[in-house]
């Protein structure tokens, strides 16, 4: 049953494409001709995702933290992961500085937004734009900028777009189990993670209309993919603490107060991209509970499947019998604030950090009540 509902999901969201190892951009843009990319999603042109409503949008609040994703996901058709990524690759001249016309950039952009599923109700291309725009206000931040290469700028925009590319809304417990094809060709390691990463290389080399590495020479595309393969594979849960503590006891030995080192670089972008990663309860409280919201409608969707096998429902995904509020700070108080914290001795983080306490303080007074009535919320 697993196995038929994951290849009907995934059917439904490729239109019945015959192969999971490459995104064609031709499959959303064929009526467009083979030659152009003018077409996308909804019928709208690519040109219009800057539109000047959007620009003046962008140039407003870009720079605010706890930006409206949500907002720009209406505002461009849900089209937000593509106007995010030609903003902020136009801000920080970074197609200038690696040779990326416009057309090749765009391209791409759309072709990693369609790899996305939109029947996701959270690992969709709009969590993409929202660790992508997490992850540029971290590095660009006056106080943080100068602290980031161009070249880990490029890696951690990169990483950022395609970290979750082509979810299936399963968390990798859940295919391992279900003997899903990608957990037997990954060999149940960081199944997720490795499909991601791959399927964006793949689909990037793939088709040379949309090659944003086209100009790298072979030595430069070599320690680019090494660096945005490194950064995505630690976004697998089961590589948090590891990574965290590794960068806590480095910070503490002053290993990286030099971080012109490669591998001190590599671990910054590691922990950064984990940063925009988890950021929801790091944003303002409207922000994250949108957020949470999603999370937990995917989660839920998930012990349905797991119901209907007569398989033991995963931690928090049983929509009957879930507490929200202790779900939230469980997941704050193990994954989130030890990362922030850690990150925060080295990173300017002031207001995150106030927004994460904000958070955990509410989701705390919501349990107490939820625990003083004996009432699920």
């Given amino acids: 049953y697993v196995r038929q509902l994951l290849q009907h999901r995934y059917h439904e969201n490729t239109g019945g494409a015959a192969s999971r190892s490459r995104i064609s951009v031709e499959s959303y843009s064929r009526a467009a001709g083979r030659d152009s990319l003018a077409k996308v999603q909804h019928g709208r042109a690519p040109e219009s995702l800057l539109s000047a409503d959007v620009q003046e949008v962008l140039e407003r609040d870009v720079d ?7 907002g720009l996901e209406a505002m461009t058709g849900e089209h937000a992961l593509p106007t995010m990524g030609r903003f902020l690759f136009h801000r920080s ?3 200038q500085i690696y040779g990326i016309d416009d057309r090749t950039l765009d ?5 990693m937004e369609a790899g996305y599923r939109k029947s996701n109700p959270y690992h969709n291309a709009t969590h993409a734009a929202d ?3 997490a992850v540029a206000q971290i590095v660009f931040s006056p106080s943080n900028a100068d602290n980031f290469t161009d070249h880990q700028v490029f890696v951690l925009l990169v990483a950022a777009i395609v970290h979750d590319l082509d979810h299936p809304g399963f968390t990798n417990n859940f295919l391992i189990n279900a003997r899903d094809d990608l957990a037997l060709l990954y060999n149940d390691r960081s199944v997720l993670e490795s499909h991601h990463v791959s399927l964006a290389f793949t689909t990037t080399l793939a088709d040379p209309k949309i090659n944003i590495f086209a100009n790298f020479s072979d030595a430069d595309f070599a320690i680019v993919r090494r660096d945005i393969i ?13 990574v965290v503590e590794k960068f806590k006891t480095q910070n503490s030995l002053g290993e ?12 910054m972008n590691q922990i950064v991209l984990k940063l925009g990663d988890v950021s929801n309860p790091a944003k303002s409280d409207a922000i994250a509970t949108k957020w949470t919201e999603r999370i937990m409608d995917e989660f839920w969707s998930q012990g349905d499947v797991e119901k209907n096998c007569g398989t033991a429902v995963s931690m928090f995904m049983d929509r009957e019998t879930t507490s929200v509020p202790k779900c939230q700070l469980g997941f704050i108080n193990f994954i989130v604030s030890p990362l922030w914290t850690a990150a925060s001795e080295r990173l300017n983080l002031a207001e995150q950090m106030s927004n994460l306490q904000f958070n955990k303080d509410k989701w705390t007074r919501l349990l107490d009540k939820e625990t003083q009535t004996a009432v699920p919320l």
């Fill in 131 to 133: 660790v992508l725009h």
């Fill in 64 to 70: 605010m933290w706890s930006f409206d994703l949500f």
């Fill in 230 to 242: 490194e950064a995505v594979m630690v976004t697998d849960i089961s590589q948090h603490f590891v």
């Fill in 107 to 111: 391209g791409w952009l759309q072709a």
């Fill in 93 to 95: 001249q970074l197609h």
């Fill in 256 to 267: 990286l107060q030099d971080l012109t080192t490669p591998d001190a670089q590599r671990l």
